[in-house]
Structures are given as structure tokens and as C-alpha cells.
């Protein structure tokens, strides 16, 4: 079974003003990387558990809903009266998405250490706002430590919101300290430019060389998305193996690149990798079956509003 870890919140999305000079409505969606990633492994027909903590507001009710209407174990999933995080998205000419987050005193961050996750979970996925809100960041990252220490694969998308680290370089060197427990790696190449200290978006062979780094540092691959350009895995081994982009009609890109981060969970159980020397052991060939079956099933979630990974039926090739 995979886990995946981390906040759920509700995406305000804008629809267009009616007039120059006006706010549109604002319509409410399920959204958080986490719960989005998991969404896309329950919808593809993977085995998965949530681990959150979810408010019983309104918000709260309707995300826990969606989790089990979409396949995913919600046993893992922990309750408390406190709010639902917001995220006021903003959505750009081209579809992409930015964010202004509502967290002060949220359910999502008061997460409790569950202990030791069940022995069927092989495969723990983490990231986005619930490793850098405390008092969740910490438990979290026991979970992650713990994951490793018993020899399961811990998946890691940092998915860096700036506006919300307080302390970059603080930020930066606790990332380092988790590499050496992380089997893959998985960002965007803005996060990876980020989180390098480079300036804006970084050069491309910048970027591509930190990500070398970082694999020196543990993690037996790396898969950095870049938006229109297509995906890229990086291996300790020394692939590099790229694929661009599914062409599709792009309403928005909210949810892609966590579409594209549970396309890869569910790839890599299909495949038999539930550890970090089968992770190891995968060729390029394979990566580039994997990013290609990734870059799919984004191209279904940027054709439509919000974060609405494909269930496998909608995807026009064989599971």
C-alpha cells in the first residue's frame, strides 16, 4: 500500500468578473499536493492511504468524501474541530496558478505522530505546505526518518510555496538532512532552482547540476517537471532521460504536477519498486515508460478546472 502524508485544503479559484474592475465569484475546490496525489493514486486503482488531519467544518466533510468516492483508505485520516486551510488562487493567462494561504491555527497542522505506520504501506509519500507548518512539519518528518529506518520508499515533492518558509536558508538545510532518507525526488524545476539558491528560475544546466548534488546526497532518482518542456529523471546512475509534454487544451494547471507525482507512485508499484534498491536498479528505458505514462495523465488533469486527476478509465492506453 502507498501512504501519502500531508494537508488537504480548499482551493478558491476566481471565475472571470463580469466587468473591468470587479471580482468574480470565487468557487471552491478540493485541492492540498497531498490529498491531490492521493486522489490521482485512488482514482488510477492503486491501494492508498490518506494521513491527515481534517476539520469536521463543511470544507472538511466534503474533502473526506471526496477521499473515499475516489478509492482512498481515509482509516489514517484524523478529525479535530479546528478550520480547513484556504488557498486563494490566482489563475494566470497561460493557466498557471498562484496562491495566497489562509493556515493560521488549521486542522491540517496539528497532525499526531500515528506511531508506526501499518506493514502493508511500503511506499510513504510526503510534501507541499505540511513539511514547513509546525507543529505537522515535525511529525511528518519522523514519519519520514521512521519510513526509511524500517526500509520502506519515502517519495518527496517539496513543492516550495516562498511565502511561506520564513527561514530559506533554515528550510534549505533541513531538506538536505532528509535526502539521505528519500528513494525519489520529485519537484518542479522552479522548486529545484529554489531550494539551489539560484537566482529566478535558474539555468537549465544550474539546476540539472544541483539536482546531480542532491543525488550524491541519497536519493537513487530525481524527476523534475517543467511545465510546458516535459518531465526529466535524473539517476544516480547517470541516466537522463526526458519526454515532453502530452498536448492537450490547458484550462488551468492547478493539480498537474501532483497528477504527475501519483502517476509515478502508481507506475513504480505496477512495476515492483516498493524500496530504494529497486529504485536503484531501474534503467532508463523504464524511466522514460514511467515519465511518458506521467506526462498522460497530466495532460487529462490541465484540461479541465481545478485539481481532477483522471479515474484509469479516461486514459487511452492500458493500465
Not at 15 to 27: F, M, S, T, V
Request: charged share 20%; aromatic share 6%; glycine share 12%.
Amino acid at each position: 500500500m502507498i501512504c501519502v502524508g500531508g494537508e488537504a485544503l480548499i482551493d478558491l479559484v476566481p471565475a472571470p468578473a463580469a466587468r473591468p474592475g470587479e471580482l468574480g465569484p470565487l468557487l471552491p475546490l478540493p485541492g492540498g499536493g497531498p490529498y491531490n496525489v492521493a486522489i490521482a493514486l485512488g482514482r488510477l486503482g492503486a491501494p492508498v492511504a490518506f494521513l491527515s488531519r481534517l476539520s469536521t467544518d463543511t470544507f472538511g466533510e466534503a474533502l473526506l468524501e471526496r477521499l473515499q468516492v475516489s478509492g482512498v483508505d481515509t482509516s489514517l485520516v484524523q478529525r479535530g474541530d479546528e478550520p480547513t486551510t484556504l488557498a486563494v488562487a490566482g489563475i494566470g493567462p497561460d493557466g498557471s496558478a498562484r496562491y495566497s494561504f489562509h493556515v493560521e491555527g488549521t486542522a491540517d497542522r496539528l497532525v499526531a505522530d500515528p506511531g508506526e505506520l501499518p506493514a502493508a504501506v511500503t511506499t510513504l509519500s510526503l510534501g507541499t505546505l505540511s513539511m514547513v507548518l509546525e507543529p505537522g512539519a515535525t511529525t511528518y518528518e519522523t514519519l519520514l526518518r521512521r519510513h526509511s529506518a524500517r526500509g520502506g520508499l519515502v517519495v518527496l515533492d517539496p513543492n516550495i510555496r516562498p511565502a511561506m518558509i520564513a527561514d530559506p536558508a533554515a528550510y534549505r538545510a533541513r531538506f538536505a538532512s532528509w535526502l539521505p532518507h528519500v528513494g525519489l525526488l520529485k519537484l518542479s524545476v522552479e522548486d529545484a532552482a529554489w531550494l539551489a539558491g539560484l537566482e529566478g528560475a535558474g539555468r537549465a544546466d544550474e539546476v540539472e547540476q544541483a539536482v546531480r548534488g542532491w543525488l550524491a546526497a541519497g536519493p537513487p532518482a530525481v524527476v523534475l517537471t517543467r511545465g510546458a518542456d516535459g518531465l526529466v529523471a535524473l539517476t544516480a546512475a547517470g541516466d537522463r532521460v526526458e519526454v515532453p509534454t502530452v498536448r492537450a487544451a490547458v484550462v488551468d494547471t492547478i493539480g498537474a504536477g501532483d497528477t504527475v507525482h501519483g502517476a509515478l507512485l502508481y507506475w513504480l508499484r505496477k512495476v515492483g519498486i516498493e524500496d530504494r534498491a529497486g529504485l536503484a536498479g531501474v534503467d532508463g528505458n523504464a524511466w522514460r515508460a514511467g515519465l511518458e505514462f506521467a506526462a498522460l495523465t497530466a495532460s487529462v488533469t490541465v484540461s479541465r478546472a481545478g485539481a481532477e486527476p483522471p479515474y484509469a478509465a479516461e486514459l487511452p492506453i492500458p493500465l
